[in-house]
């Protein structure tokens, strides 16, 4: 089972609205990470955790609000968010270090 | 911080050629490089990896090679099928930072 499964898959939200995209892995892998994808354009990194801790922050605005409350889970809290964050979000897992298997994204709109 | 570059940004190819993609990365320190598909609407799928210990890893119809000493890596796809087509991302670990993507298109 490689399957990272991202909830939900298409979300859109106001400007004064607070949401959470939900990532889900039952592979035992210890690296979660969050990766933010405009149009025609490659993923870029957002943060990592590494055994539940936050090891990686891509100096991103802080309305964007990470969480991982066990192994398996990885949440990303939405707030105040503005049109430009009109992205796809991507969220994968691995063992730290290699291998990275990505879910299918959240379609975020913000209006 | 790691830099990835990739080329070419687009290649077109007739059913049955090859394609290469070539990657060039900054840090010395990665050790891990893997290479990932996607179609259209949906998340990155891994086809193919190789660690820094390697020179050169194949899969079918698909290997990629790496030069250590040069930084620069390569995926190489025979036999190419219409399925083939999508994007295609060379990435470097460090912190898994991607390449800006090759639009593989394959003629029928």
């Known amino acids: 089972d490689t399957e990272v499964t991202q909830t939900p898959k298409h979300l859109v939200m106001g400007m004064t609205n607070k949401k959470s995209l939900k990532c889900e892995q039952h592979m035992g892998h210890r690296a979660m990470y969050w990766y933010k994808q405009k149009a025609k354009k490659p993923p870029e990194l957002m943060f990592v955790?590494?055994?539940?801790?936050?090891?990686i922050n891509e100096s991103v605005p802080s309305r964007f609000s990470p969480e991982c409350p066990n192994s398996s889970l990885l949440n990303l809290h939405l707030h105040a968010l503005q049109p430009e964050d009109s992205a796809l979000y991507l969220c994968?897992?691995?063992?730290?270090?290699?291998?990275?298997?990505f879910g299918q994204g959240t379609r975020l709109t913000v209006v | 911080g790691e830099n990835v570059e990739q080329h070419p940004s687009t290649l077109s190819v007739q059913e049955g050629d090859s394609a290469v993609i070539k990657c060039t990365y900054s840090?010395?320190?990665?050790?891990?490089f893997p290479w990932y598909k996607q179609e259209l609407g949906k998340g990155p799928q891994l086809i193919i990896d190789i660690r820094s210990n390697v020179g050169e890893k194949k899969d079918q119809r698909i290997a990629v090679t790496l030069n250590k000493t040069a930084k620069h890596f390569s995926l190489h796809i025979t036999e190419t099928q219409p399925e083939d087509s999508a994007v295609y991302f060379c990435a470097a670990y460090g912190k898994l930072t991607f390449g800006q993507g090759t639009i593989l298109t394959v003629h029928p």
């Open positions: 955790y590494s055994y539940e801790k936050l090891s």
């Open positions: 840090d010395s320190a990665s050790n891990y």
């Open positions: 994968a897992s691995s063992r730290v270090g290699v291998k990275a298997f």
